[in-house]
């Protein structure tokens, strides 16, 4: 790898984690706005998380909320992996690929201890994401002078020492 692409990259994985850390001063979307239609698809959904849920309960043995936590893991893994092939898939088409590849690597070291934004719904999130991501790689193109480059860090830092980690209204609780 060359000296420019890799300062690009640098450039990319500090910008990714400004961005972050930054959000920080976004409130989570509140559960008030995450309404449920009655749409044939959800109760197809619900049905097979309720199968789900009985097969945990029933062969496992699981308590109620331990089949809710594994159920939120599940969701989240799909959504999260549909979200990721999508985005990936995007990337490709643009030539961007490498640079979404680091992206992605330096938000899930991040994401996982700041929390941040949450949307209710997959396409709304998935909206925002690409609109970030997009956000982050044109960015890295236009490198900051070192100063402002050391004094957005630390106060994007300080962002995510004051507010910490957030997490959604969705996921169910730990006890």
């Known amino acids: 790898m060359d000296r420019d692409r890799f300062q690009n990259m ?3 994985y500090t910008y990714c984690y400004l961005i972050v850390l930054f959000s920080q001063l ?3 979307i509140t559960e008030s706005s995450y309404t449920e239609t009655d749409s044939p698809q959800n109760q197809n959904l619900s049905l097979m998380k309720n199968k789900l849920k009985n097969y945990f309960q029933t062969q496992f043995h ?3 909320l331990e089949t809710d936590k594994i159920l939120y893991g599940l969701e989240a893994l799909v959504s999260e992996s ?3 092939l999508i985005l990936l898939f995007i990337a490709l088409s643009l030539g961007y690929a490498d640079e979404m590849l ?3 690597i330096v938000l899930l070291s991040i994401r996982s201890n700041s929390g941040g934004l949450h949307f209710s719904h997959f396409f709304s999130c998935l909206a925002f994401t690409t609109a970030f ?3 982050v790689i044109g960015l890295a193109q236009h490198p900051l002078p070192p100063k402002l480059f050391s004094l957005g860090l630390v106060l994007a830092l300080g962002v995510f020492a004051l507010v910490g980690p957030i997490t959604s209204l969705m996921r ?3 006890q």
């Open 26 to 28: 976004q409130k989570t």
């Open 102 to 104: 680091v992206a992605t």
């Open 133 to 135: 991501y997009a956000a």
């Open 10 to 12: 640098y450039t990319l």
């Open 82 to 84: 549909v979200k990721f």
């Open 62 to 64: 699981f308590s109620s």
């Open 172 to 174: 169910p609780r730990l």
